[in-house]
């Protein structure tokens, strides 16, 4: 009887073990199937913290892997490279093509943003080296940003020279856009300041006037907004003083003049401070009074609410309701929610809104939308509350697979006296 009984014990406990588990492969399966959707999704800050909270429920390679993608979205370029490296190097086959494709194009991104524009094109060759798992259009983008990686290989990186806080005086365009004045040498002109602009860009007469040496690289972009492709070059500024900061090596990318120009609007753009600039800036206090202070010693916050998606800026925010991201862009005259939004809150859009239409201006003119217009919206920055009047909500995104809850723009900084921009330790702050 006592052998009996050790028999059905063990044979408990081997049936117990074996679900046990199965409960633990299907709760990892479950695990990184929400993280992969998270990182699809761009849901940055969601991500990070389901990676910090599992570290000991997924695998090594998982977590390095997640992990390199939350230290690029996050502005640690270097360790981001240094974990994609070491995801590669130790694969042994355990990585699938689809992984180290991702892998190859966000250490492209890493390089760009780092400046060393041979790697990056480098990372990116070998990305196509997967160019059957790639979608037309994915393969295409990634095939024309190669043309511009390509194109700098052999250039210098960008080097900016702050030594001590610096003041730049900035001025309101006619639109309401932020200007800041840029020149080269005596010559001097007001671009406007741009976080979403991914590169700086320029007008050709303009790129002329500024003497800017033309790269023989030709590629397409197009317009987020209007959807219109139209041909671009590069050009690089050897130096460039942006207010009293010089940069050097900065590069533009150069367009036709008609493509930044609105003659129903009596308007035009000479150029934009984009991106890869801005975000070396490290710290910026901007004032309503027409002031920026670039801050050479950035604070620490416990907002952290900013990240990077490639080359654009994102802020996690919260709703009376919610916590939502939005592209975060300077350049934008008026904040509005996306088509993202107006799925996930159809009924209460439609119950407290108007259809309307409207006019939107982008990169090579403009465009009809047809919107509904909410007459309030809530926005909370730590202990700060913004408040817009009239927004209004895309019913249909412009392109596929648009991620995020809205685009913010002015109307949300000129809220505030006082807004801070830490690339440092990733933040924005209102005061």
């Given at each position: 009887?006592?052998?009996?009984?050790?028999?059905?014990?063990a044979?408990?406990?081997v049936?117990?073990?074996?679900?046990n588990?199965?409960?633990?492969?299907?709760?990892t399966?479950l695990?990184?199937?929400?993280?992969?959707?998270?990182?699809?999704d761009?849901?940055?800050?969601?991500?990070?913290?389901?990676?910090?909270?599992n570290?000991?429920?997924?695998?090594?390679?998982?977590?390095?892997?997640?992990?390199?993608?939350?230290e690029?979205?996050?502005?640690?370029?270097?360790?981001?490279?240094?974990?994609v490296?070491?995801?590669?190097?130790?694969?042994?086959?355990n990585?699938?093509?689809?992984?180290k494709?991702?892998?190859?194009?966000l250490?492209?991104?890493?390089?760009?943003?780092?400046?060393d524009?041979?790697k990056?094109?480098?990372?990116g060759?070998?990305?196509?080296?997967?160019?059957?798992?790639?979608?037309?259009?994915?393969?295409?983008?990634?095939?024309?940003?190669?043309?511009?990686?390509e194109?700098?290989?052999?250039?210098?990186?960008?080097?900016?020279?702050?030594?001590?806080e610096t003041?730049?005086?900035?001025?309101?365009d006619?639109?309401?856009?932020?200007?800041?004045?840029?020149k080269?040498?005596?010559?001097?002109?007001?671009f406007?300041?741009?976080?979403?602009?991914s590169?700086?860009?320029?007008?050709?007469?303009?790129?002329?006037?500024?003497?800017?040496?033309?790269l023989?690289v030709?590629y397409?972009?197009s317009?987020g907004?209007?959807?219109?492709?139209?041909?671009?070059?590069?050009?690089?500024?050897?130096s460039?003083?942006?207010?009293?900061?010089?940069?050097r090596?900065?590069?533009?990318?150069?367009?036709p003049?008609s493509?930044?120009?609105?003659?129903?609007?009596?308007?035009?753009?000479?150029g934009?401070?984009?991106?890869?600039?801005?975000?070396?800036?490290?710290?910026?206090?901007?004032?309503?009074?027409?002031?920026m202070?670039?801050s050479?010693?950035?604070?620490?916050?416990?907002?952290?609410?900013?990240a990077?998606?490639?080359?654009t800026?994102?802020l996690?925010?919260?709703?009376?309701t919610?916590?939502?991201?939005?592209?975060?862009?300077?350049g934008?005259?008026?904040?509005?929610?996306?088509?993202n939004?107006?799925?996930?809150?159809?009924?209460?859009?439609?119950?407290?809104?108007k259809?309307?239409?409207?006019?939107?201006?982008g990169?090579?003119?403009l465009?009809k939308?047809?919107?509904y217009?909410?007459?309030?919206f809530?926005?909370?920055?730590g202990?700060?509350?913004?408040?817009?009047?009239?927004i209004?909500?895309?019913?249909?995104?412009p392109y596929?697979?648009?991620?995020?809850?809205?685009?913010?723009?002015?109307?949300?900084?000129s809220?505030f006296?006082?807004?801070?921009?830490?690339?440092?330790?990733?933040?924005?702050?209102?005061?």
């Amino acid at each position: 009887m006592k052998t009996l009984n050790i028999i059905v014990v063990a044979i408990l406990y081997v049936s117990v073990s074996g679900c046990n588990e199965s409960f633990q492969r299907r709760d990892t399966d479950l695990l990184e199937a929400r993280l992969h959707a998270l990182l699809t999704d761009r849901e940055y800050f969601k991500l990070k913290d389901l990676v910090i909270e599992n570290k000991e429920n997924i695998s090594e390679q998982k977590n390095l892997y997640f992990t390199a993608f939350v230290e690029n979205a996050f502005n640690k370029n270097s360790e981001s490279a240094e974990l994609v490296n070491q995801l590669m190097e130790d694969a042994d086959g355990n990585l699938n093509d689809t992984l180290k494709a991702e892998l190859l194009l966000l250490q492209r991104d890493n390089y760009i943003k780092m400046f060393d524009y041979a790697k990056a094109a480098e990372a990116g060759k070998q990305a196509l080296n997967y160019k059957q798992i790639f979608s037309s259009a994915k393969l295409h983008e990634i095939e024309n940003l190669q043309l511009i990686y390509e194109g700098l290989s052999s250039s210098p990186a960008q080097r900016l020279e702050l030594r001590n806080e610096t003041v730049i005086h900035w001025k309101r365009d006619k639109v309401g856009l932020m200007n800041v004045p840029v020149k080269t040498n005596s010559t001097s002109f007001d671009f406007v300041f741009d976080t979403r602009a991914s590169i700086s860009t320029i007008m050709r007469s303009y790129a002329k006037k500024l003497n800017l040496r033309m790269l023989n690289v030709l590629y397409k972009e197009s317009s987020g907004i209007t959807g219109k492709s139209f041909d671009a070059q590069l050009a690089i500024a050897d130096s460039l003083y942006v207010g009293n900061l010089l940069m050097r090596h900065v590069v533009f990318q150069v367009l036709p003049d008609s493509i930044l120009s609105f003659p129903s609007m009596e308007y035009e753009i000479a150029g934009l401070i984009g991106f890869p600039v801005i975000k070396e800036l490290k710290e910026l206090h901007i004032f309503q009074n027409g002031k920026m202070i670039v801050s050479t010693n950035p604070k620490n916050s416990s907002l952290q609410n900013l990240a990077f998606d490639e080359a654009t800026t994102v802020l996690s925010l919260r709703t009376p309701t919610d916590t939502l991201s939005f592209h975060f862009d300077s350049g934008a005259t008026s904040s509005q929610l996306y088509a993202n939004y107006f799925k996930k809150y159809e009924s209460e859009v439609k119950r407290d809104g108007k259809r309307d239409s409207i006019q939107i201006g982008g990169a090579g003119g403009l465009e009809k939308r047809y919107v509904y217009v909410l007459p309030d919206f809530e926005l909370h920055i730590g202990e700060k509350r913004a408040n817009f009047a009239d927004i209004n909500i895309s019913t249909q995104a412009p392109y596929a697979n648009q991620k995020y809850y809205g685009n913010l723009g002015q109307d949300l900084i000129s809220q505030f006296p006082e807004m801070i921009v830490n690339f440092e330790n990733m933040y924005v702050e209102f005061r």
